[in-house]
């Protein structure tokens, strides 16, 4: 039984990497906010964890591709907006 499993985790493993190199060559555009008035898909990303973990570093990060290492502690909700035209 070994054998299907180590063959099941390699078809696996060329499944994720053909995947990747399909991600990887999608042609994609970073918009400025509000530039688009449509979109076909719209996601909401809630990020929720432990007190200074980076959770604001990386929503700043996603959003501004700005990285502050020395902050004020976030308290409550924090929103941030980012438009991808694929």
Do not use: W
Not at 1 to 28: F, H, T, W
Not at 49 to 66: F, H, I, M, P, W
């Amino acid at each position: 039984m070994e054998g299907a499993d180590k063959l099941s985790k390699v078809a696996i493993s060329e499944q994720e990497q053909k995947l990747r190199s399909d991600l990887d060559s999608m042609p994609y555009e970073i918009l400025p906010p509000r530039t688009s008035a449509t979109q076909d898909f719209l996601f909401k990303v809630i990020v929720v964890g432990d007190t200074a973990v980076g959770k604001t570093a990386l929503q700043r990060r996603q959003t501004s591709n700005e990285f502050v290492e020395d902050h004020e502690v976030t308290v409550g909700v924090e929103f941030g907006t980012l438009i991808v035209k694929i």
